[in-house]
């Protein structure tokens, strides 16, 4: 069973960085890749992806111009860098892995998923 493992959440102020990484126990190269949040007591919202050759990425309004998402297929990882850090930015961020970035974007119904990362954002 494939799994991912997200590491790099903690409790910062507003207008922090924090680097969330994701490691994946297979090869990643045949996915898109990326990243889901759920604020306390909202759904889950998609984040940001990147397609599995690198040259496409895909982000929440939310998020552009703060968060960006890469990956490195050798080690296996996908890594989400976020600035400028705002409170509506808390909850816990999930990696995830699809086979095409728009199935992704659509909630991975049949991909794989890690178990989550938590971040909380001061005021």
């Known amino acids: 069973q494939a799994a991912l493992v997200e590491s790099g959440g903690g409790l910062v102020e507003a207008g922090a960085s924090l680097q969330l990484s994701c490691t994946a126990s297979m090869r990643t190269n045949a996915y898109a890749m990326g990243w889901f949040r759920r604020a306390p007591g909202k759904e889950r919202e998609f984040v940001a992806a990147?397609?599995?050759?690198?040259?496409?990425?895909y982000y929440a309004d939310s998020v552009k111009g703060r968060f960006t998402v890469s990956r490195h297929n050798p080690e296996k990882s996908v890594y989400l860098q976020m600035v400028s850090l705002k409170p509506e930015d808390t909850g816990i961020y999930y990696c995830?892995?699809?086979?095409?970035?728009?199935?992704?974007?659509?909630?991975?119904?049949?991909?794989?998923w890690g178990q989550g990362t938590q971040v909380v954002v001061s005021s």
């Open positions: 995830a892995a699809d086979q095409a970035a728009n199935l992704l974007m659509a909630g991975a119904e049949s991909g794989f």
């Open positions: 990147i397609s599995w050759n690198e040259i496409t990425t």
